[in-house]
């Protein structure tokens, strides 16, 4: 309930963000399982292009990254990494946000481990600074 009560205080514009979230989260969810890989990359934007990392002067990509890591961490279906960073980089683009999407691995207790993160400017917005990871993939994208 005290969920409920937070959220109905909230400004109306952080309100449509968290419904948006909800939202896109369920959708890369489910395409990130029951479609192949190819075909959302192909969405992804340029690859090996990155977009610029100029110091940004809107709080909007800090918002949104806000907003996607709180809303899909109670979300009843899988919205890691991957699926936070499409999230952010769809919101960011409908509001005229250029974004880089990064993905790498690393070895972790003798297993591979696959992560994703979001920049956009100098700012990252989801899945923090990939530190440690060793990029494999870049998908710069600006606005569609």
Request: glycine share 8%; proline share 3%.
């Amino acid at each position: 309930m005290n969920k409920f009560r937070r959220f109905l205080r909230m400004p109306i514009h952080i309100k449509r963000m968290c419904l948006e979230s909800v939202v896109l989260s369920a959708w890369y969810s489910f395409r990130i399982q029951k479609r192949p890989f190819s075909e959302l990359a192909a969405e992804m934007g340029g690859e090996s292009q990155e977009t610029s990392r100029e110091q940004l002067s809107s709080s909007v990509p800090l918002a949104v990254g806000t907003v996607v890591d709180r809303v899909c961490r109670h979300m009843p279906w899988e919205s890691e990494c991957l699926v936070r960073a499409l999230v952010a980089r769809r919101m960011l683009l409908k509001r005229s946000f250029a974004s880089t999407l990064y993905m790498g691995v690393r070895m972790e207790n003798g297993k591979l481990k696959a992560h994703a993160w979001l920049r956009c400017g100098d700012l990252y917005v989801t899945g923090g600074t990939g530190e440690g990871y060793t990029v494999t993939g870049i998908f710069g994208k600006v606005k569609e």
